[in-house]
């Protein structure tokens, strides 16, 4: 076989056109590299001075411009303002004694984030039982309170703490449970002062009495510390501090001793006669400051686990009450002071029924003709009604209203009402014979004594005060003549005397001068089967000193009428107030 022929290729015809390029020598290729080198560098080179530039820029903005704000964002990491409580001022007795004042205990709180991050969390049951135990909370309660909030640096467990117990809350050795310094008011009178003095919240401001009343005058102004902390929460630095200001002491004109005296006596009374309550109000003539003011049921400040609102009511201000026949020598002073009868004129009480239109007015027993004196001896309901139907209804309303009747008392005391005053433009011959012996007003118990206390200042109205020294800026203002008022006061003794209805008032070597007064207690329909029983009055009548209020509201038992149930208590606490006062006795030795 022959081989085959194979073709021999023609080269294409190369193109004279093209244009070829030079062949690259050494020279030129390290030039073309080095100027790659040099356009990177210079492109690295810009940004990084471009970014150096914006540091720099961002640095001086910070430094120069807008420097607070790093600063208060480290702040906020590392300083902490701490409050510097200032000291409650100290309430004292007219004579100094303390009956409020401040103690230092600690406040309990739990940090549980680091409870769970540095401690061993709630592992040990037992301790965290033990602290449940003293703080007297619930166990599992407060496992569980901080065990949902793990992620919070701070929430209380107990307010004001005591030492004894805060020292066994530090031999627990829990981790994440700290203590802070505060004070907590402390009151050594007990229930005893308690409706005057008040409380104070945990947050150390007043909430009831006096506390409340003078809050701002107590308290004072906080101080407080600024620090800076390291991360462990030790304090680095102190920053600043700023310098509070401590509550300012208050002097009232209270007697702790005739305070104690009365209090014992009202809560014997109301425990005797199984009444509801009872009060007593006991107030200086001369300068109408309050000795006494006492209730009863009352509370221990000291223990919170009686702070129920029927045991913190001070009736002597916020309960109102028809004062019956107590309210009797303020209609025989107008009839003095208008002219309508004297000292002498005779009243016809007939056989002890009057009959006003298709009512009747009654004694308790027949009375006859009589004189002003013993229409208040005998306590004539008849001769009243007849003496206030006989003068200007106005003369009547306006004596009222001088005495104190229907106004607040200036003391300032939280819960105080003005009582119920009548405003009527017509008036029956039947509601004016009863406005006369003490139906269709209502009186607080300190309204009553501060109008005895004006008798006892011979129709001088001394404004009402409890603080020393604070009056309200009131001036005194007579509201009787000295003569009319003196007569009066003879009437008044006369009642306390053989023949008349407060003879158990009366105190051995002191001259008396008393009102008892029983009404019914308004409901509804009418008026109820309970009894409100009162005694007001002065002593010494020579020369008075101590005007005085005793309530007994709703007694039990047969025995009701104020001669019989408030009379004798009155007597007993105006004995003891007359010796404390150191008052010299002005009656007869066979007195």
Known sequence: MKPKKVAAKKSKPKNKNKRVAPKKTPAMTEVMESGIIRWRYMTVLAFVLLLLGSLVARVAYIQIIEPGTLIKQSDMRSVRVHAVRSARGIISDRNGEQIAISVPVQAVYADPKTIFEKGDGLQDVKRWHALADVLHLDRDELIHRIDSHKHRRFIYLQRQVSPAMAKYIKELKLKGIGMSSESRRYYPAGEVSAHIVGI???????????????DKWLSGSDGSRKVRKDRDGRVVENISSKQGQQGKPLKLTIDQRIQAIAYRAIKQAVADHRATSGTIVMIDVQTGGVLAMVNAPSYNPNARDQLQTFRMRNRAITDAIEPGSSIKP?????????????????????NGFFRIGGSRVRDG?????????TILQKSSNVGVAKLALGMPLEALLGTYS???????????????????????????????????????????PLQLAHAYATLGNYGMDMPLHIVQGQTGGLEPKRIASKENVAKLLLMLEAVTQPGGSAIHARVPGYRVGAKTGTSRKANSGGYSDEYVSLTAGLAPISHPRIAMVVVVNEPQGDEYYGGAVAAPVFGEVMKGALQILNVTPDAAKDN
């Open 330 to 350: 303020f209609v025989v002073l107008t009839a003095l002071e208008t002219g309508t009868a004297d000292e002498h004129t005779i009243v016809d009480t007939g």
């Open 200 to 214: 104070t919240g945990v947050d150390g401001h007043g909430q009831e009495g006096i506390e409340k009343s003078f």
């Open 402 to 444: 001088s005495v104190g009747f229907g106004s607040m008392s200036g003391l300032n005391l939280v819960g105080e009402t003005a009582g119920l005053f009548p405003n009527r433009r017509r008036w029956s011959k039947f509601e004016i014979a009863t406005l006369a012996f003490g139906y269709g007003i209502a009186l607080t």
């Open 365 to 373: 027993s027949p009375v006859g003709k009589a004189d002003l004196k």
